[in-house]
């Protein structure tokens, strides 16, 4: 096990995979990405990192996305993956469906938090479609936490920062468990209207220290459209262009 394993708090990564893709045309969770599904990419770098487990949770098309996460000859519980350098137990990779997912990323937010385990010390929020946060993002994330004194995590919220842009995914403690499993939910009589994790991170990350710099842009990298696609392989991968739509891209109904 790598020294960052040994010290590393327990964070649950949960990777955001619920939604319907429109503006993309197709599914964005199975587009490939390095000759894999794009989120199984995800949900594999993440298992490489220091998490103790990998939550992707699932909305629309779940039995599909579900398989691509965890390939169609394992079951939900046993796709595992060891850490870099790591000689210790695999970390799982778990899938959570989310039957509210037309309500949101809140509500997947939220069942995403509540599929974690339940000693986690903080959660790491993270988007399907972000395929080039790498394992050394993730890790400084978990190591600023781990570097925290006991006060400062009860709500603590950690961002990774490039170029002055904050980006994904994000760090948040265990502390505001109960405000993210909440999510999504309407409020109550008179309370207004419900939160977002948005403003949960808006009202815990303000001091330069809530931000973590780091040197890879692909913390910035969302990808919405097929041009985004395309760009994001062209700048990842191969020379490719702009205009032309990823393989498959016709639509799907959605």
């Known amino acids: 096990m790598s020294e960052l394993g040994r010290k590393a708090p327990l964070v649950s990564a949960v990777v955001l995979a619920a939604g319907a893709s429109t503006r993309m045309g197709r599914p964005k969770q199975l587009l490939p990405w390095g000759g894999v599904p794009m989120v199984r990419h995800v949900a594999q770098t993440f298992a490489k990192s220091a998490a103790c487990e990998v939550i992707v949770v699932v909305g629309c098309r779940a039995d599909a996305v579900a398989r691509a996460v965890l390939g169609d000859e394992r ?25 509210a997912w037309e309500d949101g990323m809140a509500a997947s937010v939220a069942c995403g938090v509540g599929a974690a385990r339940a000693d986690a010390e903080a959660f790491l929020i993270a988007l399907s479609d972000h395929p080039a946060v790498d394992v050394d993002v993730i890790n400084a994330l978990i190591a600023a936490f781990a570097q925290r004194s006991p006060a400062e995590r009860v709500r603590a919220v950690i961002a990774p920062a490039h170029g002055g842009r904050r980006g994904h995914p994000v760090l948040l403690s265990a502390g505001l468990r109960d405000e993210l499993e909440a999510l999504g939910h309407a ?21 330069a220290w809530s931000l973590v710099e780091v040197p890879s842009e692909g913390i910035t990298m969302d990808l919405d459209t097929p041009c985004d696609y395309t760009e994001a392989l062209t700048r990842m991968f191969e020379p490719a262009s702009c205009t032309d739509e990823p393989e498959g891209s016709e639509t799907d109904g959605d």
């Open 187 to 207: 409020p109550a009589p008179g309370r207004g209207t419900a939160r977002t994790l948005r403003d949960i991170v808006n009202a815990n990350t303000g001091p």
């Open 75 to 99: 079951g939900v519980h046993r796709q595992r993956h060891r850490r870099q350098g790591d000689q210790g137990p695999a970390t799982p990779i778990r899938v959570a469906v989310n039957a």
